[in-house]
């Protein structure tokens, strides 16, 4: 949500006369590069290759990850053809030009990632409400029973003690249902 606050941010739709530049700004991807893999093992020696290695379909480390609107597909990356893998995304495009593993993958429409934008926009104003109101109460949440409280810096400054308070727990929702709910 961090990257498409950014996106959102910076989003100016058609008719949007709210700012002093009026120019339309369509919104193409929000990604992130990972630069630090999760802590894996290593069984053996590297690959010889391990560029190429890395670049296979096996290994996905060095995609951008986060949310594409399916428009902006061939300017984002002009050398995945139909039946190829993105070599720089997290995305592929089957045989037929449609996208592979759709409900898996980071690839939205542009009505979705407008509807996205408009959910972050209408969450951040919610929240700023609310600590605007007064209510800044620490509430992490827990997601797949991991919770940003695990590699705090500050666990030990704060308020909230995982010992003896419950975090919020999110439901874990695939990317259909995420957007059956916010369109
Ligand atoms: S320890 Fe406190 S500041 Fe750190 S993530 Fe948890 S709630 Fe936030």
Not at 12 to 23: E, F, H, I, Q, Y
Not at 43 to 62: C, F, R, Y
Request: with cysteine; glycine share 8%.
């Amino acid at each position: 949500m961090s990257y498409l606050a950014v996106l959102q941010a910076h989003y100016r739709p058609a008719g949007d006369t709210g700012r002093a530049d009026t120019t339309e700004l369509a919104p193409a991807a929000a990604v992130y590069l990972p630069i630090v893999r999760k802590g894996e093992s290593q069984k053996g020696q590297p690959p010889p290759k391990l560029l190429d290695a890395e670049l296979s379909d096996e290994w996905i480390v060095h995609r951008a990850r986060g949310v594409l609107n399916q428009d902006w597909l061939e300017q984002l990356d002009r050398t995945t053809k139909p039946g190829m893998r993105s070599a720089h995304f997290g995305f592929g495009i089957n045989n037929n030009g449609s996208i592979r593993d759709a409900n898996r993958s980071p690839v939205v429409t542009d009505a979705q990632m407008t509807a996205l934008l408009e959910h972050c926009r209408t969450r951040l104003a919610e929240l700023g409400g609310r600590i605007a109101a007064g209510d800044i109460a620490v509430s992490p949440y827990e997601l797949n029973g991991q919770s940003p409280c695990d590699y705090c810096e500050f666990l030990s400054l704060c308020r909230f003690d995982p010992l003896s308070d419950n975090c919020r727990t999110l439901a874990n929702y695939d990317k259909a249902e995420v957007l059956r709910r916010i369109t």
